[in-house]
């Protein structure tokens, strides 16, 4: 099933480079345009002189007088020709004074503008002419900018909103510090509760960064070959040394999977699952995680038997800052299943929560292999 995937691809890729990239050169549309008008022009002035000729001269036809319409002919051509190129110049630089006004309302500040490509000009080719690929270009540029925009919007209106708590208890614990009252033991629980609080904080802003980032992102990732059982195993390890308080017993069904994305987005959907799987477990209890690939989809499910969700908060713990556990706020920050979320529905996948309160949660995510 993944050769012939594979092949298929790659036969798609194939065709994909056989196929024209301009529908019209502008070399080509600009030399044909040059070359119409001056054979108009000639035919044009050879027409009006000859018809001049018969009307106004009666005498013999001489060697002079052919001279004299050759110049006429050439002169009328030159001038009728100047006058077309004039007028039709106007429609040659009509899309780059299109180009112009939009990089203009850019360097302004206006993000928000885009460039209208007629796509019925375009055909089966990826683009009219080179001006069409500029303008794509351009669109997409803006795009990004828009984007980035929008997030230093978001995460300063959003870092107002939740930065306040961490703050307000370091500035808090920092006055306590401040005092000579307290003995060596208190400093020190003080000490270690202001530094769980700047990491907190400090969590919360890249969360909210990267949040953001995703949020706004336009163009895809760059894809890589990735072997998902082999990050999952990873991601037990790495998330076993965190949660070492606990023990957990893993059921882990990981045969060979092989996907076409980027490693760093896949390593943090993997991550976000399997801690909060961990997070909200009790001691002594059992994991499974299971992948496979079917119909060129990749399958990966992660079930706990925690605490679960109840069945009315379900369709909120995809929203950013929700936690439906009060009692787990101090570890986390109410992100993760946003970024989870965003990165599944930057590869046009899906994840869904099935869950049941007190017996268990299992989140399964669905990734196209390509």
């Known amino acids: 099933m993944k050769e012939g995937k594979k092949?298929?691809?790659?036969?798609?890729?194939?065709?994909?480079?056989?196929?024209?990239?301009?529908?019209?050169?502008?070399?080509?549309?600009?030399?044909?345009?040059?070359?119409?008008?001056?054979?108009?022009?000639?035919?044009?002035?050879?027409?009006?002189?000859?018809?001049?000729?018969?009307?106004?001269?009666?005498?013999?036809?001489?060697?002079?007088?052919?001279?004299?319409?050759?110049?006429?002919?050439?002169?009328?051509?030159?001038?009728?020709?100047?006058?077309?190129?004039?007028?039709?110049?106007?429609?040659?630089?009509?899309?780059?004074?299109?180009?112009?006004?939009?990089?203009?309302?850019?360097?302004?500040?206006?993000?928000?503008?885009?460039?209208?490509?007629?796509?019925?000009?375009?055909?089966?080719?990826?683009?009219?002419?080179?001006?069409?690929?500029?303008?794509?270009?351009?669109?997409?540029?803006a795009s990004e900018l828009d984007g980035m925009q929008v997030m230093r919007k978001d995460f300063m209106s959003n870092v107002s909103h939740e930065l306040k708590t961490p703050i307000f208890a370091i500035a808090g614990i920092s006055e306590l510090l401040m005092e000579d009252k307290l003995d060596k033991d208190e400093k020190k629980e003080y000490l270690n509760l202001m530094h769980e609080e700047a990491q907190r904080l400090s969590r919360l802003c890249d969360n909210m960064l990267q949040l953001s980032r995703l949020d706004n992102q336009r163009i895809l990732p760059q894809k890589e070959k990735v072997r998902v059982d082999e990050q999952i195993r990873q991601c037990v390890i790495l998330l076993t040394e965190k949660w070492q308080e606990k023990e957990f017993e893993f059921q882990l069904e990981l045969p060979e999977a092989i996907v076409f994305a980027n490693k760093d987005l896949l390593m943090q959907i993997w991550i976000n699952l399997l801690d909060n799987a961990m997070k909200y477990t009790k001691d002594n209890t059992k994991i499974a995680i299971s992948e496979r690939i079917e119909n060129s989809e990749l399958f990966v499910s992660i079930e706990d038997h925690g605490i679960g969700i109840a069945k009315e908060k379900q369709n909120k713990i995809f929203e950013q800052f929700y936690q439906c556990e009060e009692s787990h706020k101090k570890n986390g920050n109410g992100l993760g299943l946003s970024i989870v979320k965003r990165i599944v529905e930057i590869y046009n996948g899906n994840i869904r929560c099935e869950s049941i309160l007190n017996e268990g949660t299992k989140m399964i995510v669905k990734l196209p292999v390509y």
Not at 31 to 44: D, E
């Open 7 to 141: 092949e298929e691809k790659n036969a798609d890729k194939m065709q994909n480079k056989k196929k024209s990239r301009y529908r019209t050169s502008l070399r080509i549309y600009i030399t044909f345009v040059f070359i119409m008008i001056l054979c108009f022009s000639c035919l044009f002035s050879f027409g009006i002189v000859i018809l001049c000729s018969k009307l106004i001269y009666k005498g013999a036809f001489t060697l002079e007088v052919a001279v004299w319409m050759s110049f006429f002919v050439c002169l009328l051509t030159m001038i009728l020709g100047g006058m077309l190129m004039f007028a039709g110049s106007f429609h040659l630089t009509k899309p780059l004074r299109i180009v112009t006004s939009a990089v203009q309302k850019v360097a302004e500040g206006d993000f928000s503008v885009r460039i209208f490509r007629k796509k019925e000009y375009r055909r089966n080719h990826l683009y009219t002419n080179e001006i069409d690929e500029l303008s794509e270009n351009f669109n997409q540029m």
